[in-house]
């Protein structure tokens, strides 16, 4: 009964894990979309006039992966 009440709380806590993983990505890839479309064209044409140096911006990347998914069937015991 023990050893199962702990089961449940760690994946009680997994889940919470997987929900804010998920949550960081969109957060990450809405704030990259902002970028794209409102900050690099002013940056874009600031570097057409001059105001630029030496250094290139870094190119950053939308994050695709998402955690993997298990089936709750296969953590529970069911079938």
């Known amino acids: ?5 702990r089961f449940s709380t760690v994946l009680s806590h997994i889940s919470k ?3 804010s993983l998920n949550s960081a990505v969109g957060n990450y890839n ?5 970028l794209e479309g409102r900050v690099m064209p002013t940056a874009r044409k600031m570097a057409e006039l001059g105001a630029r140096t030496d250094k290139e911006l870094p190119s950053l990347e939308a ?3 998402l955690p993997r998914e298990v089936s709750q069937g296969r953590l529970t015991g069911e079938i």
């Open 1 to 5: 009964m023990e050893l199962y009440e």
């Open 30 to 34: 809405s704030v990259l979309g902002s």
């Open 63 to 65: 994050v695709e992966h």
């Open 17 to 19: 894990l997987g929900g």
